[in-house]
Structure formats: structure tokens, C-alpha cells
């Protein structure tokens, strides 16, 4: 691989993480006023903005609603400057388009959408800052808005991206680590259940392999769920508290 | 009356977390909880709060602050109207039972739907007026546009409406007086009983 | 409620244009997330962006007010051009007074990458970019405008309007001020007139509050990047 070593002889990565070693999270929920549920979210130097409208009545062309169940709008965007480059525009692009699906199809999974035939749920995540594993940070900013909204889930989504270099799966990389090339996998899990409703590798990897890097991905998503659930009873109970609880 | 306890049990619980077991047969679960694998589960973030009932309790799930509903089948919406015209009148549904919705959501009153006899005989024009509020029920979640209402129920119908000298007028049975000028025009009048007005001017 | 934008800029080596060979260059553009209303999703917002950035690109049009001539590295060929990115997160009014302070707060933030050059023994020059992030140039900021909006209420005009008193004003005027108080830009927009009479006072009163404002920003930014604190997230 290039000049740079990903994994010191130490078992130490660029940042001083060890391999299993998520970055540091930190997010807040309820941050704006008129979104019915919003989160931010950062994880080391990513920084992801989220927001919940709904569920409400379709907006934009009626047939796009379904009979059985509420639709899930969802928007990926990146901040002009939120990348080394600056990028031309905030969305529209293939790479969005298709981020704006899988947040989509990953949350149907977990939202309870037979409660609200008819209805529609916005989900706009924005990356204000890129640095690795954006579409994990969204997912799980995402989560956070959606538990800030009160719409019903069947469990948390907690997102993780893994790569794997010298033999050695490593949780949450960065940016460095993942545009050093080498296979990347990113799942999205129900933790509770250990369902895992997203799952998406890029290059190439050992059948062999898959297993225990599959193994450290849900790992790295029961770690970054031990830290959303803390966050979110502190804001319940913050929540009671300030409009005092009957 | 059935005497109701509520418990408070001071406990958070998040989406996904487990409650208790559901198959025991005087407990199910009500509002933001589902149930898998044989337990019920919450599906919001949340204090528990149990409904105690004689044979059977309920469970739910309930956040500090009111939180977003949508129009369901059965339930009593108020809705203000927009238009009318000789087959349907179309309304924006603002609240659903006690709650007051963020954004309007559509709705309409069809011929047939506004009162439960002389069905055939209903002009839309001498029931509703554009700018009534109206109570309603939820008959079905209609077509692609609008949520289906009827009025078919004597407490359902017009509760205010704004003369044309600009006041609200006094409902009778079946048309309502503006106090200032006293023409008295035609309406489908829901007949409120006079205690449930008394029990919310007290809650307010 | 409240307007929360959140300004960054860019530098980049380009060519300048070719009526202005030794000025960079200054570009805006405006993003109206979906965060900040539903509406803007997709494409929506695309209409109230425009009118933002062009209500900058007007403000910052006067030549003196950015000294772009000292962003020039070499002329003809290869000058800086600022890319100065705003994304609205929250509309709760006053957008455009909102977004001016943020734009002028970042460029006193920016740091440009000390150039030099040299010229080959062909002739031809290339440019050496510092990689020391010490080594560094700060913009000229003391002549960026703020822009101060008064909003028509009735028969009066009220500054930092919020959302519900643009809601009911059928006319707002825009002047972009500088920190010694002359006037960048006018622009009146909404539906109704004013009266020529009211405009000199609103002009008068924009001009006070301009300069006030002016001096509150500076001295808070200058607070902002003296205080090292614990940095949580930009929302904190």
C-alpha cells in the first residue's frame, strides 16, 4: 500500500486509535426549533446535521403516496465546503442520489411506516464536515432526529464503517484511512435485534475474511448504539423535566 | 364508571427496549409499543406509564411533549371549510381528537355523508359554508387527495360560524341567527351537549 | 424562532478574468438546506439562494470593499479566488442581515497560504504554494459591509425583523454598510412602495445601526478567537 502505514507495528492507527476503537462521538438532540426532530452529530471530525418533518400530509405530487404505509422522504447533502475540494454542488449528484437511497431503504426497516398510511416523513441529513464514514454519521444522526420527532421505531439504527488492513479489521475509519483504498464495509444494524437491515462493502476482500470483519462492523455499531441510548435518556429525562413531567 | 388507576412508574425506556413479556393475558400494549418475539416493546423514547384496569392493563409509552398525529379512521377531527360545492365540500382537517396539528391535512364531506336520514334530500349548500368549523369523524382515508368525513352523528356539524355582519352566529337545530342583524341561515348544526362545553371552558 | 447560517470559505488558484487580470475573484453561493423548511428540498430553495447571493455579489460589487488586487499572485495567470459558501440551516428572519455578519465573521476567519514565485530560467514562473499552516495571510476585512434590513410594519420600519413581522410588511430596503459608515448597496424588494422621504431616514438610521453593528462583530470575533475554550460542535 502507499507510504503511509494505516497500522503501526504497535497495532496503532494514523490517529492513535487502536482497531476496534471508534472515534469520538458526541451529538446533541433538539437542536432546531422548527423541525419536528433534529440531531447533530459528530464523530472525530465528521459533523452531520439532521432533520425530521413529519409525519404529515404528501406534499409535492399526491401519487407518489401509498395506501399502506407512510412514505419515507429522505435527502442526503454535503456542504460545498465540507470536503477537502470544494464540491460544485450540495446534492444532486450520482453519489448523493445514491446515499439518499439507502438512508431511505434503511430506514423503512426500522420505522413502524403501517401507522401512518397516507403520510410522509422527511428525513434530511446534511454532512457539514466529511471526514470518513459519512453515511454511518448520517444514519445514526438520523436515528437521533427520529427519536427527537416520537416517531415510532422498532429499534435503533446504529451505523458503522469498517476497513480492513493487515489482516486487521479496523472500526470507523476516516477519511485517510478510506481513501488509502482497501476494502470498506458499512452495515447499518438494529442492535437490539441483531438485525442488520444495510450492508454494503466496497472492493475487494477474502470470502475468509468477511466474517470477522462483519463481526467488528457489529461491534463497532453496539458501541456506537451504548452511546446514542445514553444520549437520548439524558434528553428524555431533560425533556420531563422541563415541561414537568405529570 | 369503571374506576381507572394510572401509575407512574418514573422509567425510561427507548425504541427497541423490552417491557415485558406479552403472552400474560392481562397486559397488552397500547400507544408506542409493538410487539416481537412474545414481548412488547416500546417504540418511542419515553416514560412508561400503565393504565391499571380491572382485568386488563394497558402499557404505553408516553413523551413529555405532544408529539405529531395523523387523521385515523374513526377518529373525531376538527376541520374548517374551504369550499363547497353540490356533490362535496372540501375542508382542511386542523385537529384530531385533542390535538392540533402542525400542518392541515385535507379532507372532504361528501353529499351523502352529512347526515344519517333524508339522505337524498341533503343540499350541501344549506350545511356548510366556506370558513365554518366543523366537527367530523374519520370515515376512511379516502382517495389519493382527501380523507373521507361524515357528519352522520347528532353531536357532529357545524360548531361555529361567522355571520355575514362579521360575528359568530347562535346555533338552533337546524340553522343558525347572527345576533346582529338576525338572518338566520341553514346549517347542519352539531348539537354540543351543554355539559361538554361547560368541562372544556373549565379545563382552559 | 431563530436564523442560523453557517458560513465557509474557500480559497482556490484560478485564472482571473480576463477583464480584471490582476484582481482574484469572489464568488458566493448560497445553499437553502431542507433542515431549515421542507419547501427547499430538492430544488426549491434554488429562488430565495439566488436572491441572497446576488444581494452579496451586489454588496461586495464597490471595488474598495475587498481588496482583491492583493489576492492576485500573479497577473494575467494565476490569482486566488474565494469561494465563500453559506448554508442556511434555520429561516426565522432576517436572513440576509444574518447571512452578511456570518460572511464578514469568515473572512476575518480566512487564512490564505503565503505564496511565492519564481521564475524559471525559461522564463516561465511557478508558483510556490507554503505548506506551513503558520505561514499565512489574513484578509482585509475592515471595509466588508454588513448588511442592515429595515422591514415595513404599518407605517413603521422596524431592523432585525423577525419572521412573522416580514410576514405582514409589504416593502424592506437593504443597505449594506461599512464599518466607517458609507453605503455599499441599496436594494428595496417586497411588494409595496416607499416614500422617498422615508428611505433618506431609513438610509440615515441603517447608516447608525450599520456602524454599530460593524463594531459589535469585530469585537465579538476578536473575543471568539482569543477565548480558547472547549469546542463542541458549532451548535453549542
Excluded at chain 1, 403501517?114 to 438520523?142: H, K, M, W
Excluded at chain 2, 427497541?16 to 400494549?29: E, F, H, K, L, P
Excluded at chain 3, 475573484?25 to 446576488?54: H, K, M, Q, W
Excluded at chain 3, 494565476?78 to 429561516?91: A, F, G, N, P
Amino acid at each position: 500500500m502507499a507510504g503511509l502505514e494505516l497500522l503501526s507495528d504497535q497495532g496503532f492507527r494514523l490517529d492513535g486509535r487502536r482497531p476496534h476503537e471508534l472515534r469520538k462521538i458526541e451529538c446533541r438532540m433538539g437542536v432546531f426549533a422548527q423541525a419536528d426532530g433534529s440531531a447533530y452529530i459528530e464523530q472525530g471530525n465528521t459533523k452531520v446535521l439532521a432533520a425530521v418533518y413529519g409525519p404529515h400530509e404528501m406534499r409535492g405530487s399526491k401519487s407518489r403516496g401509498l395506501h399502506h404505509k407512510v412514505l419515507i422522504n429522505c435527502q442526503y447533502s454535503m456542504a460545498t465546503f465540507s470536503t477537502g475540494e470544494r464540491k460544485r454542488r450540495p446534492r444532486g449528484d450520482r453519489k448523493s442520489q445514491e446515499m439518499t437511497l439507502h438512508l431511505k431503504q434503511t430506514f423503512e426497516a426500522a420505522i413502524m411506516t403501517q401507522l401512518y398510511p397516507r403520510s410522509q416523513i422527511d428525513i434530511f441529513v446534511e454532512v457539514l464536515q466529511a471526514d470518513g464514514g459519512n453515511y454511518s454519521t448520517c444514519v445514526n444522526a438520523a436515528t437521533l432526529a427520529l427519536v427527537d420527532a416520537g416517531i415510532p421505531l422498532k429499534d435503533y439504527v446504529c451505523a458503522c464503517t469498517t476497513g480492513f488492513v493487515n489482516d486487521t479489521p479496523m472500526v470507523d475509519i476516516s477519511f485517510v484511512e478510506e481513501s488509502l483504498g482497501g476494502p470498506q464495509l458499512t452495515v447499518a444494524v438494529l442492535p437490539k435485534s441483531e438485525q442488520i437491515v444495510l450492508l454494503e462493502m466496497a472492493s475487494r476482500l477474502h470470502v475468509d475474511y468477511l466474517n470477522k470483519v462483519l463481526k467488528t462492523a457489529v461491534k463497532g455499531c453496539k458501541d456506537v448504539y451504548v452511546i446514542l441510548d445514553e444520549v437520548v435518556r439524558n434528553h428524555v429525562a431533560q425533556i420531563a423535566s422541563s415541561v414537568g413531567s405529570e | 364508571m369503571e374506576e381507572k388507576k394510572k401509575e407512574n412508574l418514573k422509567r425510561i425506556c427507548i425504541p427497541g427496549q423490552r417491557i415485558c413479556r406479552a403472552d400474560t393475558s392481562n397486559i397488552t400494549g397500547g400507544k408506542g409499543t409493538y410487539t416481537r418475539q412474545g414481548y412488547i416493546c416500546a417504540s418511542l423514547a419515553g416514560y412508561i406509564h400503565i393504565d391499571r384496569q380491572e382485568k386488563n392493563s394497558v402499557i404505553h409509552v408516553k413523551r413529555g411533549i405532544e408529539q405529531n398525529v395523523v387523521p385515523e379512521a374513526g377518529s373525531i377531527v376538527t376541520v374548517k371549510i374551504t369550499s363547497v360545492n353540490p356533490r362535496v365540500c372540501k375542508c382542511s382537517i386542523l385537529c384530531v381528537e385533542d390535538t392540533e396539528l402542525r400542518e392541515p391535512f385535507r379532507g372532504q364531506i361528501r353529499k351523502e355523508d352529512v347526515r344519517s336520514t333524508e339522505k337524498d334530500l341533503v343540499e350541501l349548500y344549506k350545511c356548510f359554508r366556506p370558513g365554518d368549523i366543523v366537527l367530523a369523524r374519520v370515515l376512511s382515508i379516502g382517495d389519493a387527495h382527501s380523507y373521507f368525513l361524515s357528519t352522520a352523528e347528532d353531536e357532529l356539524g357545524v360548531v361555529i360560524s361567522i355571520s355575514e355582519a362579521g360575528v359568530p352566529m347562535i346555533p338552533g337545530s337546524a340553522e343558525m341567527q347572527c345576533p346582529k342583524t338576525y338572518v338566520t341561515e341553514p346549517r347542519k348544526v352539531a348539537k354540543v351537549i351543554p355539559e361538554h362545553i361547560a368541562v372544556e371552558k373549565k379545563k382552559a | 424562532a431563530n436564523t442560523d447560517v453557517l458560513v465557509g470559505v474557500k480559497a482556490e488558484l484560478d485564472a482571473p478574468e480576463s477583464s480584471q487580470p490582476n484582481r482574484g475573484r469572489l464568488e458566493f453561493f448560497v445553499d437553502c438546506t431542507a433542515n431549515a423548511d421542507p419547501e427547499f428540498e430538492g430544488r426549491g430553495g434554488e429562488d430565495l439562494a439566488l436572491g441572497i447571493s446576488s444581494a452579496l455579489s451586489q454588496a461586495f460589487s464597490s471595488s474598495n470593499c475587498l481588496d482583491l488586487c492583493s489576492l492576485c499572485v500573479l497577473p494575467g495567470q494565476q490569482v486566488w479566488l474565494l469561494y465563500v459558501d453559506v448554508l442556511i440551516l434555520e429561516c426565522g428572519g432576517s436572513l440576509l442581515d444574518a447571512v452578511s455578519l456570518a460572511v464578514k465573521a469568515a473572512l476575518m476567519n480566512t487564512k490564505i497560504p503565503a505564496v511565492t514565485v519564481n521564475t524559471t530560467e525559461e522564463g516561465s514562473s511557478e508558483i510556490e504554494v507554503s505548506d506551513d499552516p503558520y505561514d499565512v495571510n489574513n484578509l482585509e476585512v475592515s471595509k466588508v459591509p454588513c448588511i442592515v434590513t429595515l422591514t415595513r410594519v404599518g407605517h413603521q420600519f422596524v431592523v432585525d425583523a423577525t419572521k412573522e413581522e416580514q410576514a405582514c410588511s409589504i416593502g424592506h430596503l437593504s443597505v449594506a454598510v461599512t464599518e466607517s459608515g458609507s453605503l455599499t448597496a441599496v436594494r428595496k424588494t417586497g411588494s409595496g412602495s416607499l416614500h422617498p422621504e422615508s428611505i433618506l431616514d431609513i438610509l440615515q438610521t441603517a447608516q447608525e445601526i450599520g456602524i454599530n453593528l460593524n463594531q459589535q462583530l469585530v469585537e465579538k470575533v476578536k473575543l471568539e478567537s482569543s477565548v480558547k475554550k472547549d469546542r463542541r460542535g458549532f451548535l453549542t
